[in-house]
């Protein structure tokens, strides 16, 4: 135990260590976020498309829609990034990162689009015939009434694809990227077991950590609405 304990020291000691994990972390970041960015207005936009009236125009687009969302959550997160890197974007000096954001990014479109669907057909329907009877527009009612309740209900949902995507990132080491698991591999590798189990220790702490400011964030946010419910019901 003191052996595990003098291995973080020195981990965190040696700048060359933390500079390798930092560089890591980074990657990690910008990939989950852009990731995020692309996932949640892609998905909106599927969801949308999902959730408008049916009409012989809307019908094409909505096959595509559900056909897509499908096959991304039908295959898996390192099939997909596999394709993307070795057979659509198998290009010679074509950035990795970008590669990983749009794999990643639609990806996650697929999920947010569940999300967003689900969370906009949990408010009542009664809500937008009334919204009509009262003269207002379909774009009113949605942006004024049904849109504000339902980022309410979607909240918790989304908040859990972004934990999802900021953990299944680590997988990008399997395609050769320097993200935090890469660094943690790198750190440890060519030395003993304690050695090896230290930098992936701490890599684990970054996760940790990211995972709880994020979640404590949003509960922040969940807890902000309820007040914000409490006072109108007053």
Same mark, same amino acid.
């Given at each position: 135990m003191n052996n595990f304990f003098d291995k973080i020291v020195e981990l965190f000691s040696t700048p060359e260590y933390i500079d390798s994990l930092l560089h890591g972390f980074l990657l990690t970041? *910008?990939?989950?976020?852009?990731a995020?960015?692309?996932? #949640?207005?892609l998905g909106t936009i599927?969801?949308? $498309?999902?959730?408008?009236?049916?009409? !012989?125009?809307?019908?094409?687009?909505k096959f595509i829609c559900r056909v897509y969302t499908t096959v991304i959550r039908g295959t898996p997160m390192a099939l997909q990034l596999f394709i993307m890197f070795f057979v659509i974007f198998a290009i010679r000096g074509f950035p990795s990162i970008i590669i990983a954001i749009i794999a990643f990014g639609l990806n996650s479109a697929a999920? $947010?689009?569940? $999300? $967003?669907?689900?969370?906009?057909q949990s408010v009542d329907a009664g809500q937008t015939e009334a919204g009509l009877a009262l003269g207002l527009s379909r774009r009113t009612i949605f942006f004024?009434?049904?849109?504000? *309740?339902?980022? !309410?209900n979607m909240l918790p949902a989304m908040? /859990?694809? #972004?934990?999802?995507?900021? !953990?299944e990132t680590a997988i990008v080491s399997m395609v050769g990227m320097y993200d935090l698991n890469m660094a943690a591999k790198d750190i440890g &590798?060519? *030395? /003993?077991?304690? &050695?090896y189990i230290v930098p992936m220790f701490v890599a684990a702490l970054f996760y940790l950590a990211t995972i709880y400011l994020i979640t404590f964030a949003i509960k922040r946010i969940e807890k902000s609405l309820r007040k914000s419910d409490l006072r109108a019901e007053e």
């Amino acid at each position: 135990m003191n052996n595990f304990f003098d291995k973080i020291v020195e981990l965190f000691s040696t700048p060359e260590y933390i500079d390798s994990l930092l560089h890591g972390f980074l990657l990690t970041m *910008q990939v989950s976020y852009f990731a995020l960015l692309i996932g #949640i207005l892609l998905g909106t936009i599927i969801a949308l $498309v999902d959730t408008a009236k049916e009409s !012989k125009w809307m019908a094409a687009p909505k096959f595509i829609c559900r056909v897509y969302t499908t096959v991304i959550r039908g295959t898996p997160m390192a099939l997909q990034l596999f394709i993307m890197f070795f057979v659509i974007f198998a290009i010679r000096g074509f950035p990795s990162i970008i590669i990983a954001i749009i794999a990643f990014g639609l990806n996650s479109a697929a999920y $947010v689009a569940e $999300v $967003v669907r689900s969370g906009i057909q949990s408010v009542d329907a009664g809500q937008t015939e009334a919204g009509l009877a009262l003269g207002l527009s379909r774009r009113t009612i949605f942006f004024k009434i049904i849109a504000p *309740q339902a980022i !309410k209900n979607m909240l918790p949902a989304m908040g /859990n694809e #972004i934990i999802t995507v900021i !953990k299944e990132t680590a997988i990008v080491s399997m395609v050769g990227m320097y993200d935090l698991n890469m660094a943690a591999k790198d750190i440890g &590798s060519g *030395q /003993n077991m304690a &050695s090896y189990i230290v930098p992936m220790f701490v890599a684990a702490l970054f996760y940790l950590a990211t995972i709880y400011l994020i979640t404590f964030a949003i509960k922040r946010i969940e807890k902000s609405l309820r007040k914000s419910d409490l006072r109108a019901e007053e």
